[in-house]
């Protein structure tokens, strides 16, 4: 059964708490960005066959994702797949057979649409995503890869991003998962494109007074289909949050406004823009709210 436009919306908050730890790595996975590498499909390739040996007929679909996948991105030097298994709860069906073909189970996470973590060392580093069969987080990674593979544009984007938030986790001796937080914002963005693109989410555009003595701002927001259904062969996350365009009185302002979460009882509500334009904050207790505005070279912050 195709996962529902609902849930390939459905962005994914990291919970460390919620993360069943089943081993630790035995080295560091590689930070640094490189060049790309015209060995990667065949690397690729020969871990594909390792799997399918190992897993026969209970292997459904094994993928080649992430920005290795993707030909000219610079990446890291790690290949990214995405195994679906008949019964990924069914541990005992792959797990063993998986580890027996050289890669360690680390983590399991139940509460990710049932998502087990396998990373391997040779004859690169590697990580393998193991799903189920209906997991909207497969199709969300190959509507990522397809969009950057067609589109230039974004494609440069994320290669500065992930330069950027390369160099910055390097520097810092950040982990691996700090280095994804980095990108966060801009797999949203690009995936939000992707999603429009592909007609899974619609927009209307409303003027929204921000406060009554600023000039009303267009905030274009993005709402689902009435009927719709994805298919299976769509070509990694997103709350539709949106890059949303600006009022003409606002000249070159931008807003985005990102999603309404509820943490301890209050809610976080939070408005970005880049290049400073427009930013607003409520505080976790919901008692504070900071305004950033600059229009005409002017600034003003209010509380």
Request: aromatic fraction near 8%.
């Amino acid at each position: 059964m195709a996962p529902s436009v609902e849930q390939l919306l459905k962005d994914y908050e990291f919970d460390p708490s919620l993360l069943q730890r089943v081993a630790f790595r035995r080295s560091k996975p590689p930070l640094a960005i490189v060049e790309p590498d015209p060995s990667w499909p065949a690397t690729f390739d020969l871990l594909k066959a390792r799997i399918e040996s190992a897993l026969g007929s209970t292997a459904v679909s094994i993928n080649h994702v992430g920005s290795t996948s993707i030909p000219g991105l610079p990446a890291k030097a790690v290949i990214d797949i995405d195994l679906v298994v008949k019964d990924v709860t069914d541990e005992a069906s792959y797990a063993p057979a998986l580890e027996e073909a050289g890669f360690q189970f680390l983590v399991r996470e139940p509460h990710w649409h049932e998502h087990r973590f396998f990373c391997g060392y040779e004859p690169i580093s590697t990580n393998l995503h193991v799903w189920g069969p209906d997991s909207p987080e497969v199709v969300r990674h190959k509507i990522f890869t397809d969009w950057l593979r067609r589109n230039e544009v974004d494609r440069e984007l994320y290669e500065r991003t992930k330069r950027e938030a390369a160099a910055v986790s390097v520097e810092k001796g950040e982990d691996v998962m700090q280095y994804n937080r980095r990108k966060e914002d801009v797999i949203r963005e690009i995936l939000q494109r992707a999603f429009k693109d592909l007609g899974y989410t619609q927009t209307f555009t409303t003027l929204v007074p921000l406060r009554p003595s600023l000039t009303p701002s267009t905030v274009r927001r993005t709402v689902l289909p009435s009927s719709f259904t994805p298919s299976t062969a769509a070509s990694a996350d997103l709350v539709p949050s949106s890059a949303i365009s600006a009022h003409p009185a606002m000249g070159d302002m931008q807003i985005r406004c990102g999603p309404r979460n509820t943490m301890n009882g209050a809610t976080r509500l939070v408005q970005k823009r880049r290049h400073g334009f427009l930013y607003r904050t409520r505080s976790r207790t919901g008692r504070k709210i900071l305004w950033r505005r600059k229009l005409k070279g002017r600034k003003h912050i209010a509380q």
